[in-house]
């Protein structure tokens, strides 16, 4: 129904700078909401960002704001996560979730559809 598929992960040192990209396919991406989402090892699953079907509205975890910057590009199909001043706590599994919610939401049990993550290393 919705294929995601995340890149642009690796290894970064504290204070540099990544940007992640979500590819969707299989169904209209315009009619969804998309989030980012990450994981680190023994925790749960937490928001990052949020944006919705137009790209007029976004959220951010309060970790992150300041840092992180959420967009999209409907006619690409695709959503991107750039992430500057990294610090090694947002060391994590990155995940693009995707939701026909109307309105932004930041709950993982809202989005229906995930990628399949990319690493995301930021040393010290």
């Known amino acids: 129904q919705v294929q995601l598929v995340e890149s642009g992960g690796g290894l970064v040192q504290a204070g540099g700078s990544l940007r992640l990209s979500c590819a969707a396919s299989?169904?209209?991406?315009?009619?969804?909401?998309m989030g980012w989402f990450r994981q680190a090892p023994g925790k749960e699953r937490e928001f990052v960002a949020a944006?919705?079907?137009?790209?007029?509205?976004?959220g951010y975890a309060d970790s992150v704001k300041g840092r992180f910057t959420i967009s999209r590009d409907n006619a690409k199909n695709t959503v991107y996560l750039q992430m500057n001043s990294l610090k090694p706590e947002d060391t994590a599994v990155y995940y693009c979730?995707?939701?026909?919610?109307?309105?932004?939401?930041?709950?993982?049990?809202?989005?229906?559809?995930w990628g399949q993550g990319t690493q995301v290393t930021v040393s010290s």
């Open positions: 979730a995707a939701t026909d919610t109307i309105r932004v939401v930041t709950r993982s049990r809202e989005y229906g559809y």
């Open positions: 299989g169904r209209t991406f315009s009619n969804f909401c």
């Open positions: 944006m919705s079907r137009s790209g007029g509205r976004s």
